[in-house]
């Protein structure tokens, strides 16, 4: 997830372009860079980091002029560099172009442009759309845009300014959001409201396939093949701070409700045909059949992900997987070696503790495979093989979408290196990936019970414990649950495997404990309900969480949440949607600092 920002109108466009990217910050931060056009000269300004680089550069080059735009960058497609950030030029330099998305097609379109003399100058899949750009040009900007998103696939919000018409500023929108903002002798164009909310509470806002033509005093929409849109004036009624969380109370509400999103990026371009495949790496059938056991290490949220993976991998490759907490693994010499898979797990790629396994496993001669969501990442970079998990930044400390993406990457992962190994079948593969791609949707049911959530939530706000009970799936889904109360809420809360309770836990359990059981899982449902008659015979307060259409929980239970009954085996990226939300609110109703938790860091880089 990227930021971009544009101007044109009667004032210099820096400072402008440069407070939005300020307020995008929270869209992505390894780069920032901007294009501002003067009397026929595109100045390009771009820096590796935090804004605050980029601005160090600005002052020195002080770019002026009244059309511009800008970008502030959450890689994707190469490191953080200054090659890489945006906006990118075309050969010419007369064309430049900031984008938020993925260009499925890059590689494609990137050959096609080399064949016809064109020159890359970074490692993004961005740099086509100015090169296209400039292939099409033939005097009207709008046009060759417009003939260029006829070829591009994927997602994109776009920023187009080219030197021979510096009273036009284009954009577009594609899966990315995209808002334009409404000014006097002068528009604006953003990915997000903050970003122009100082200068206008007036926007349009874009929607999928519509092209916008900007001079200082018009704004034209049409589709791209030129269709005019007439839009309603969207007035923007939240503050400033608001309006960074999109009108969400809080990111870590915010980023919840995201998870739709971020399903679709991090399925998006990696499976054509039933087959699974990932752009930055093909792993040799010999490399995969060399590992004789995997490991996955990493901390907090990641290793309850990797619980699920563990589950996930042993089921459809059969081979064996362990799982360890990182800050374990490199103290108990790790029986670990040329034949073994390390799968690291890191949402921010920078967990000290999961940094070091990596090495230890690496010097130990294991092939190390990392999932994280940071490009440029120490874990990113120092890992064999990585799987980005395309959640966009995640603010809060409390990890919600980052760890529903894991998920969905270790599904993809396995079923890439089974379907190489030959041990998942075409119908088995099938099945998972129709349930992958039926998540987004899935999800959205699950959060609009948003209602159910605040009334259960109230019941805890004067619990002091809970307790979480599952089997198989559950229970890991059940642990990544009681991590999420406790760590926001500061309510006391255990996990466990729901056979294990009768083994002295139930001690615990009484009247009016609260307790969640999670029998979404088939296979051990039944064993479940068991253990849900054994806390409730201790006058346990029993919320289920089961399948919508489940008849037979509820006859054991105070309460049941119902989830939509998708394959079960891939049940879990929604089962654990409740929980985060039931964690929310409680902690939302007893006045925690939600999105920054007591005593905790969004990414532990000290071991
Ligand atoms: C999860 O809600 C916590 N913020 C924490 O457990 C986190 O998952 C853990 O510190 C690992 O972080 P990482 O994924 O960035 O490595």
Redesign the pocket.
């Known amino acids: 997830m990227c930021g971009i920002v544009g101007y044109i109108g009667n004032k210099e466009a820096t400072p402008i372009l440069v407070e939005g990217l300020r307020k995008l910050e929270y869209r992505g931060y390894d780069s920032a860079g901007v294009a501002v056009l003067k009397e026929g000269k595109l100045q390009v300004i771009k820096a590796e980091g935090k804004l605050s680089f980029l601005e160090s550069k600005l002052l020195g080059k002080n770019p002026t002029g009244n059309i511009g735009i800008g970008h502030t960058r959450w890689a994707t497609h190469g490191r953080p560099s200054d090659e890489n950030s945006h906006p990118h030029t075309s050969c010419s330099e007369d064309f430049a172009v900031v984008h938020n998305g993925i260009i499925e097609n890059y590689m494609e379109l990137k050959e096609w442009l080399e064949e016809q003399g064109h020159i890359f100058s970074s490692e993004t899949d961005t740099e086509v759309v100015a090169h296209m750009v400039e292939h099409y040009y033939k005097g009207n900007l709008e046009e060759a845009v417009k003939m260029t998103l006829d070829k591009i696939h994927g997602s994109y919000a776009l920023g187009v300014i080219c030197k021979n018409e510096p009273d036009k500023l284009i954009a577009a929108r594609k899966d990315s959001p995209l808002v334009i903002g409404i000014g006097e002798g002068e528009n604006f164009i953003a990915s997000d409201i903050p970003a122009i909310l100082s200068h206008t509470r007036k926007c349009y806002l874009i929607n999928d396939g519509e092209v916008c033509v900007l001079t200082p005093e018009t704004i034209k929409i049409t589709t791209i093949s030129g269709e005019i849109v007439n839009k309603e004036v969207f007035n923007v009624s939240w503050d400033a701070e608001a309006a960074e969380k999109g009108g969400y109370e809080h990111f870590m509400l915010k980023e919840i409700h995201e998870q739709p999103v971020a399903f679709r990026k991090a399925l998006s371009g990696r499976i054509a045909e039933n087959r699974v495949k990932f752009e930055d790496f093909h792993l040799p059938l010999e490399t995969i059949n060399k590992w004789k056991k995997v490991y996955i290490v990493?901390?907090?949220?990641?290793?309850h992900a990797g619980l699920v993976g563990k589950g996930i991998f042993e089921n459809l490759l059969r081979i064996p997987v362990e799982v360890d907490i990182a800050s374990e693994f490199r103290y108990r010499r790790p029986l670990v070696d040329e034949e073994t898979l390390v799968i690291v797990?890191?949402?921010?790629?920078?967990?000290a503790d999961?940094l070091a396994a990596l090495r230890e496993a690496k010097n130990k001669g294991a092939s190390v495979l990392a999932i994280t969501?940071v490009v440029g990442s120490s874990i990113a970079r120092e890992a064999d093989f990585v799987v980005f998990i395309w959640a966009g930044p995640e603010i809060a400390?409390?990890?919600?979408k980052?760890?529903t993406t894991m998920l969905v990457a270790e599904y993809l992962l396995a079923l890439y290196l089974g379907q190489l190994k030959g041990v998942v079948s075409e119908a088995e593969a099938k099945v998972i990936i129709d349930a992958l791609h039926s998540l987004p949707e899935a999800a959205i049911r699950v959060l609009n019970e948003v209602d159910r959530y605040k009334e259960i939530a109230e019941e805890f706000k004067e619990k002091h414990d809970a307790f979480f009970i599952g089997r198989g799936f559950d229970w890991a889904v059940a642990l990544e649950g009681s991590?999420?109360l406790k760590?926001i809420s500061y309510i006391h809360a255990e996990a466990y495997a729901a056979g294990e309770l009768k083994h002295g836990t139930l001690a615990l359990i009484t009247k009016e404990t609260p307790v969640i059981a999670l029998c979404v899982q088939k296979n051990t449902y039944d064993k479940t309900l068991s253990n849900i008659k054994e806390v409730k015979a201790r006058d346990a307060e029993v919320l289920a969480i089961a399948i919508e259409g489940d008849t037979e929980v509820g006859k054991y239970v105070d309460d049941v949440l119902y989830i939509p009954d998708i394959y079960n085996f891939v049940a879990p990226i929604l089962t654990v949607i409740p929980l985060q939300l039931i964690s929310y609110y409680a902690a939302k109703a007893r006045g925690c600092n939600v999105d920054q938790p007591r005593n905790?860091a969004?990414?532990?880089t000290v071991e």
Request: hydrophobic residues 30%.
């Open positions: 990493a901390c907090g949220t990641a290793y797990i890191s949402q921010s790629g920078e967990t999961t969501n400390v409390a990890s919600t980052a760890y991590l999420k760590e905790l969004k990414s532990v």
